[in-house]
């Protein structure tokens, strides 16, 4: 969970930062 976890918030603030 906790590597998913991490995962999850960077590889959505990745996109999301770029696209905002």
């Given amino acids: 969970p906790m ?3 991490y995962w999850d ?3 959505l603030a990745l ?3 770029m696209l905002l």
Avoid: A, D, F, K
């Fill in 3 to 5: 590597t998913l976890g």
């Fill in 9 to 11: 918030i960077r590889g």
């Fill in 15 to 17: 996109p999301i930062r």
